[in-house]
Nanobody
Framework: VQLQACGGGLVQAGGSLRLSCAAS????????VGWFRQAPGKEREFVAA???????TYYADSVKGRFTISRDSAKITALQMNSVKPEDTAVYYC??????????????????????WGKGTLVTVSS
């Protein structure tokens, strides 16, 4: 599956931004999905994840209560970012993981758990 993320840009602290990730070639029904981010000079880190079947969501503590991952359609997942902070500034990546039965309960916590990656979209939060 090929992934394409969009929606990044410049936003003021306290504002909102919505990122979208579209799958091409296949729907997300065969995958679980996640969002990761990488700030300058830092490692890529987990932000949010979604089990496509069932809809269970997972969030990093740093974004819990502010960000929401969702299924917009069979081929689009979104990350709604509210109350953004300057420390949210990063390149955001969407990723997908092939369904596995049984699966690792920690599949979403590290970038190595994902099988497919889209190109990132830059989010800059000004103070």
């Amino acid at each position: 599956v090929q992934l394409q993320a969009c929606g990044g840009g410049l936003v003021q602290a306290g504002g909102s931004l919505r990122l979208s990730c579209a799958a091409s070639g296949r729907t997300f029904s065969s995958y679980n999905v996640g969002w990761f981010r990488q700030a300058p000079g830092k490692e890529r880190e987990f932000v949010a994840a979604l089990r496509w079947s069932g809809g269970t969501t997972y969030y990093a503590d740093s974004v819990k209560g502010r960000f929401t991952i969702s299924r917009d359609s069979a081929k689009i997942t979104a990350l709604q970012m509210n109350s953004v902070k300057p420390e949210d500034t990063a390149v955001y990546y969407c990723a997908a993981r092939n369904l596995r039965i049984p699966d690792d309960s920690h599949w979403f916590q590290t970038p190595s758990g994902m099988d497919y990656w889209g190109k990132g979209t830059l989010v800059t939060v000004s103070s």
